[in-house]
């Protein structure tokens, strides 16, 4: 069955995937769910809807993301950035997170699904200091969007993008945003299964 969602919803998105990728999300799947049973990772226990609101949510952004370095800012159980490497492994993917028990988490992720292109940082994003900036910086539920900006600024290349993935259209945080950045787009999202609204906004430098 966990095949089955997966399929359909790749197609939905359009998005041909090779085999050991969407094997390799399967078992990320099933990783998640058996140490979210002792260290509470995500608030969704079932591994049907684990694909669908973690998995699809995921990639759903995959168009937007531009190399060749992607920051995961905040990235908690590895997502937005697991599912995204898999997909992109032409990509260099750092995933950010200040919690150890997530850390420890993507770490192992990471070594048992035989991931080659992602770093794992474990820091207070306002004191990361990587050895070269970002092209693409994306955040799930991480933070407001003013505060994203404000605490991965520095991490940032010259023309890269912000990206900030959210559920119902952002009018108060898109209207907080400071004077120096500037949005470039906000995109409905169509997450296939989910009956939820989501958003992407894209935030350039000026």
């Given at each position: 069955m966990l095949e089955k969602i997966l399929t359909q919803?790749?197609?939905?998105?359009?998005?041909?995937?090779p085999p050991?990728?969407?094997?390799?999300?399967?078992?990320?799947?099933?990783?998640?769910?058996?140490?979210?049973?002792?260290?509470?990772?995500?608030?969704?226990r079932d591994p049907q809807q684990m694909i669908t609101r973690h998995i699809l949510d995921s990639l759903s952004v995959l168009?937007?993301?531009?190399?060749?370095?992607?920051?995961?800012?905040?990235?908690?159980?590895?997502?937005?950035?697991?599912p995204l490497a898999l997909a992109q492994p032409q990509l260099d993917f750092v995933l950010l997170d200040?919690?150890?028990?997530?850390?420890?988490?993507?770490t192992q992720a990471v070594a048992d699904l035989r991931i080659k292109?992602?770093?794992?940082?474990?820091?207070?994003?306002?004191?990361?200091?990587?050895?070269?900036?970002?092209?693409?910086?994306?955040?799930?539920?991480?933070?407001?969007i003013?505060?994203?900006?404000a605490s991965t600024g520095h991490l940032a290349d010259a023309g890269a993008e912000f990206l900030a993935m959210k559920g119902v259209?952002?009018?108060?945080?898109?209207?907080?945003?400071?004077?120096?950045?500037?949005?470039?787009?906000v995109q409905a999202l169509q997450v296939p299964g989910l009956d939820a609204a989501r958003h992407l906004v894209i935030i350039t430098g000026r």
């Amino acid at each position: 069955m966990l095949e089955k969602i997966l399929t359909q919803g790749l197609q939905a998105l359009k998005l041909r995937l090779p085999p050991e990728a969407r094997r390799a999300l399967l078992d990320f799947v099933l990783l998640l769910d058996k140490w979210n049973q002792a260290y509470n990772l995500t608030a969704v226990r079932d591994p049907q809807q684990m694909i669908t609101r973690h998995i699809l949510d995921s990639l759903s952004v995959l168009p937007f993301v531009k190399g060749p370095r992607v920051l995961d800012v905040g990235s908690g159980a590895g997502l937005p950035g697991i599912p995204l490497a898999l997909a992109q492994p032409q990509l260099d993917f750092v995933l950010l997170d200040s919690n150890a028990k997530k850390t420890r988490f993507i770490t192992q992720a990471v070594a048992d699904l035989r991931i080659k292109n992602v770093e794992i940082a474990q820091e207070r994003v306002e004191k990361y200091q990587p050895r070269k900036k970002f092209n693409t910086l994306i955040s799930r539920a991480f933070a407001s969007i003013a505060d994203m900006l404000a605490s991965t600024g520095h991490l940032a290349d010259a023309g890269a993008e912000f990206l900030a993935m959210k559920g119902v259209y952002p009018q108060e945080e898109l209207a907080a945003i400071p004077q120096h950045y500037q949005v470039s787009s906000v995109q409905a999202l169509q997450v296939p299964g989910l009956d939820a609204a989501r958003h992407l906004v894209i935030i350039t430098g000026r």
